[in-house]
């Protein structure tokens, strides 16, 4: 009997042994099957993570952000042990026990699978594992890809420590709204640092993995609040919390920004405009598409945030003042239907989904709104943002009176008398509120509209490049398009300082006398005619008064002389194009360039000669912070100087290239500044410090341009139609971005200052007359006398005339203009030079492409 008992005993262990053998072995089987060919997990040493590039200006305010997954990399280090212990709570209690998985939680999921017959699958992945899934795997739940995560994660324990699998799973999880990691949700739910979350708002974060749009704050916030006080229930039973603190925590009301307890940390962030989405452009042309927007990039702009804001508003009060003296309305193009509009609910839904610019606010901010009636003369509006009151907001018959509305057949209807002569209910237009200028009062709402015509602005400082403010059309929620730096544009007489440059620097001066008379020229296209746009000729006259008035004629003439390749090559020296053309009109502005380059060849005048780089960025960090990019290369050679004298500033050492000789830069720096002076600009630019500048009208006026500088920071501005077409016979430079340069200048002059243009070494100064270009004495004042920049040791010659060996056209007006105008006068040499007329100089020109 107690043989048969003990073999009965002996079979069943050998049975158990046996079988213990073959689930050993089965499990070994499996494990070494599924164990070859896995993902090299050694590789999650190097990662990193998809991380936002955030832009920043000078003063560190940030300005903008780009990213495809929202994430802000933090060590493990930083993140508080709050934050950790909720996860961990929430997440894998046994984390820093395991070994990358847990056998009893394993178990216990699946005795319950098997309990409920596969109803109930309750997870029991570890925080390793799901990060292994997470990085190395596929999210799908079939038992091999579990197989493979245990052995992962099983893997990776050996590999990494606790806090390094921690800091990856806490960086990399999705904690929905676009939010990836603890660092970007605790912003975008509380707009907190993690240092600044309290526990219950850690335990609100913690229920998130499972299922972010599960617990989604506003639409699921009962079931959220449930989770969340599971979380803290855990946490103390943990030991991460004493009775106390969750009883008080538990308590707490659910509060996230998505139910407005919170403003969102985006309401600090402007609107994005054409500066930052440049960097962006530009930092993928340099970095790539995916390195920038996964990069972790901290960019420091150049960007003067108020002087952005005034650059804004200068070009769209030009812009606009244009549009509204066209006086036709074109609208939004937007509507809503008419069964949303009987209720306040629907058509604010309908209204906020509709896609109108909202980032202007010139003269205030423009709202969109929509028509919910018309009678009377008058529209009733709904307005975004703007509570409905008892009388209703209106658009009153006199504020629709500037504009006609254009007929399906391309005509224009009669003006508007009122409101329903331009406007029909459901339109979705834009509104802002007119104020008194007295005490700022409401008056009434105003109709407005993004105009049709456009324009670009850009400022930077002259001697280092760095674009202080850029604005590259009316509205970048209107269109994205960077007028400043995309559109390429006929410069118009914007471009003939460059061709007086090469004719200075060819040994020319500002007395130089060029005749100012009709020229034809043969070419495949037929006869050339060019003109001044007085359709003037005023004879002999010097490079000053040519510059400073704009004469066409002269500039061909002189661009002859001097050669067309050589201001070809003065012109990509400057780096305003990279292969100009030779053909003579080019003279004249005719071949098309950028807004952005023109400003950056000026500023090359401005200081002297030396090249800038023009940049939207100073510095530029990786996530690590280290610096991959600075722009500023000069040397300060008596910073470090203790003993520097009081008041004495340091020298600055910038190694640039000289790209032209300081005299001509000064020489030519004068010139421009007689254009404001006396010449097309005088009437507009205004400013309390010494100005130069140029403007630009192309043919029919198409483009028009000005370019001005101070001592120490360049503007430009173009405006034209994005499909070019005729601005109209009154659109000049002078007139259309005069105004724009006067008014952002004022605020610059303000911050910035200014003061006279340094006057380089090696060179004297004689007096001349302006008009005739003769030599006066040192005593000699008057309107026509200018104190002009010789160099040293070349004598110049007065009186000599260039005709640029143009012959003169017999069917030419040549004799009967030029007579008129034309007096023959004694220069300080004793010999005789025939002169344009000093009395009167016509019609302010402009110049451009005639």
């Known amino acids: 009997m107690i043989r048969f008992i003990l073999s009965f005993f002996g079979a069943i262990f050998s049975l158990l042994t046996l079988g213990v053998a073959i689930v050993a072995l089965g499990l070994g089987a499996i494990f070494w099957i599924y164990g070859h060919d896995l993902p090299s997990h050694e590789s999650l040493k190097q990662y990193k993570p998809p991380t936002i590039s955030r832009i920043y200006s000078g003063e560190g305010q940030l300005i903008d952000e780009f990213a495809r997954e929202r994430r802000l990399f933090t060590p493990a280090a930083e993140i508080p042990d709050l934050v950790k212990q909720a996860f961990i709570s929430a997440e894998d209690k046994n984390f820093y026990s395991h070994k990358g998985y847990d056998t009893r939680s394993i178990a216990v999921a699946v005795f319950e699978a098997v309990r409920s017959r596969g109803h109930n699958v309750r997870g029991a992945s570890t925080i390793t594992q799901q990060v292994m899934k997470n990085f190395l795997l596929s999210g799908d739940r079939r038992l091999e890809r579990k197989i493979k995560e245990i052995i992962l994660a099983a893997r990776l324990e050996e590999t990494l420590d606790k806090e390094q699998i921690l800091e990856l799973y806490l960086n990399e999880i999705y904690l929905g709204q676009n939010s990836y990691g603890v660092t970007a949700a605790a912003q975008t739910y509380f707009n907190k640092t993690l240092a600044e979350l309290e526990p219950h708002e850690a335990a609100f974060l913690a229920s998130l993995p499972k299922a972010p749009s599960d617990y989604h704050p506003v639409r699921e916030k009962e079931r959220l609040l449930s989770r969340r006080n599971f979380v803290l229930n855990e946490m103390r039973e943990n030991g991460y919390l004493s009775p106390e603190e969750y009883d008080s925590e538990v308590e707490k009301p659910l509060r996230s920004v998505q139910n407005g307890d919170f403003p969102s940390f985006r309401t600090a962030l402007p609107p994005r405009d054409y500066f930052t989405d440049e960097i962006r452009r530009q930092l993928t042309q340099d970095f790539g598409e995916g390195e920038f927007f996964t990069g972790g990039f901290s960019v420091r702009a150049t960007i003067d945030e108020e002087m952005q804001r005034e650059a804004a508003l200068s070009l769209e009060a030009a812009l606009e003042r244009y549009d509204r003296g066209a006086g036709v309305w074109r609208g939004t193009g937007k509507t809503i239907e008419a069964d949303k509009l009987g209720s306040e609910e629907l058509w604010r839904v309908a209204l906020a989904a509709t896609r109108v610019p909202r980032d202007i606010e010139l003269n205030g901010k423009w709202r969109p709104a929509v028509v919910l009636a018309v009678e009377d003369g008058r529209a009733r509006i709904g307005i975004e943002g703007e509570e409905e009151d008892q009388g209703g907001h209106w658009i009153p018959a006199e504020d629709v009176q500037w504009a006609r509305k254009r007929n399906a057949d391309g005509s224009l209807g009669p003006k508007a008398q009122g409101a329903g002569d331009l406007l029909s209910v459901g339109d979705v237009v834009l509104v802002r509120a007119m104020t008194s200028n007295d005490d700022g ?313 200014g003061g006279p243009f340094a006057v380089p070494p090696g060179g004297h100064f004689i007096k001349i007359d302006r008009f005739t270009g003769a030599r006066l004495s040192d005593e000699a004042t008057g309107e026509n006398v200018v104190a002009e920049y010789f160099r040293d040791g070349a004598e110049p010659i007065f009186g000599l005339a260039y005709d640029g060996g143009f012959a003169m056209g017999s069917n030419l007006p040549l004799v009967e203009d030029v007579r008129e105008h034309v007096r023959e006068v004694e220069t300080s040499s004793g010999s005789k030079a025939s002169i344009g007329s000093k009395a009167n100089f016509g019609t302010v020109s402009s110049g451009g492409l005639y």
Not at 519 to 528: D, K, Y
Not at 538 to 563: D, F, H, K, W
Not at 567 to 592: K, Q
Request: proline share 5%.
């Open 441 to 753: 009062s409401f008056i009434r709402w105003t109709l407005r509209q993004t105009p049709e015509v456009q324009g670009a602005f850009v400022a930077m400082d002259v001697n280092t490049g760095r674009v202080l403010a850029m604005q590259g059309g009316f509205s970048y929620q209107s269109s994205v398009f960077n007028r400043a730096t995309q559109a390429q544009r006929q410069p118009g007489s914007a471009f003939k300082p460059f061709v007086y440059a090469a004719a200075l620097d060819s040994g020319y001066t500002p007395a130089t006398i060029v005749v100012d008379a009709p020229i034809e020229v043969n070419t495949p296209q037929g006869l050339w005619r060019p003109r001044n746009s007085t359709n003037r000729y005023y004879g002999p006259t010097p490079l000053r008064t040519g510059i400073e008035q704009s004469r066409n004629l002269m500039t061909v003439r002189l661009a002859q002389e001097v050669g067309m390749d050589v201001i070809a090559g003065y012109a990509e020296r400057f780096g305003v194009y990279d292969n100009m053309s030779t053909y003579l009109a080019n003279s004249l502005g005719s071949e098309e360039t950028t807004l952005y380059r023109m400003v950056a060849a000026y500023a090359m005048f401005a200081n002297g000669g030396e090249r800038v780089e023009p940049t939207l960025i100073d510095r530029i960090q990786d996530r690590y912070g280290k610096t991959i990019y600075r722009h500023d290369k000069r040397e300060c050679l008596d910073c470090d100087d203790d003993d520097l004298p009081m008041g004495l500033a340091p020298r600055i050492s910038s190694q640039r290239e000289q790209v032209m000789d300081p005299i001509t830069a000064y020489q030519l720096t004068a010139m421009l500044e007689g254009v404001v002076k006396r010449g097309t600009a005088a009437s507009v630019v205004n400013l309390p410090v010494p100005t130069a500048g140029k403007t630009g009208t192309t043919n029919d006026a198409r483009d028009v341009w000005f370019l001005g500088f101070t001592s120490n920071i360049v503007a430009g501005c173009y405006i034209g139609f994005d499909q070019p077409r005729s601005l109209g016979s009154r659109a000049y430079g002078a007139t259309m971005c005069g105004p724009v340069f006067q008014s952002f200048m004022t605020k610059a002059v303000e911050k910035y200052g």
